[in-house]
Structure formats: structure tokens, C-alpha cells
């Protein structure tokens, strides 16, 4: 049985209803809460939510025509520039992957050393 939410109410209804509720504004929710179908009605917009939104479609669209305006030799360079990036990128982590491990080396033997340490310092106070 699907349900549909406005504001904090939740609630079941049949399959043949599930229209009539969208256009009162109610969104159709799946079992953990998430939006499947939103309303398409019913619903209102305070002025200075909608001038936020089409502040930001207008930045949008703007940024779509300057990118629309790149030729694209200047795509296929940024394109390679990234794989460039990306190559060097997996090359340092896999250098920081070994260094971590000769670090991890470095330690035990430290640790070992120490103990060997420890045990002479032992030895030479039982003398």
C-alpha cells in the first residue's frame, strides 16, 4: 500500500488515490521516508525561496553557455590534464602505502632493538 507525506503527516493509501493526493501536495514516500514521486500540486514557494531559485538557474544556464562555448580541443586538454592528475595521484598514494609499511618495518625492528637494549641494560645490573 503506498504512502504519501505533507508537512508531518504520513499516510496509507490505495494505488487508485495516489493522483489525487500528488495534486494536494503530498509526496509519495517510499518504506524508509525518501521521496519517490513528488507532489505536483498543492504546494507553495515563499518569494524569497523562488528569487534563490532563479538566482541559481540563472547562474546555471550561464555557466552551461560558457561551457557549451569551450572548444573542444580545450575539453580534450582538461580531459588529459585529469588523467595526468589521476596517474600522479594513484602514484603518491601508492608511495604513501609503501612508506607506511617500511615505517611499520621500522618500528618492529626499533621495538626489537629496544628490548635487546633493555635486556643488556638487564644483564649488566645483575653483575
Known sequence: MPKVKK???IYNVA???????LKRGFDLIGDK????????????V?????NEVSAENQSLKAEIETLKGQSPSEVE???AEFDTLQEAH?????????LKLKGDDLQAQNADLQK????????????
Open 33 to 44: 521516508g525518501e521521496i519517490i514521486k513528488p507532489a505536483t500540486g498543492g504546494k507553495t
Open 77 to 79: 586538454s582538461l580531459k
Open 15 to 21: 494505488d487508485a488515490s495516489v493522483n489525487g493526493y
Open 46 to 50: 515563499n518569494l524569497q525561496q523562488f
Open 90 to 98: 594513484q602514484a603518491l598514494a601508492q608511495e604513501r602505502d609503501d
Open 116 to 127: 635487546q637494549i633493555d635486556d643488556l641494560k638487564a644483564k649488566k645490573a645483575a653483575k
Open 7 to 9: 508537512d508531518n503527516k
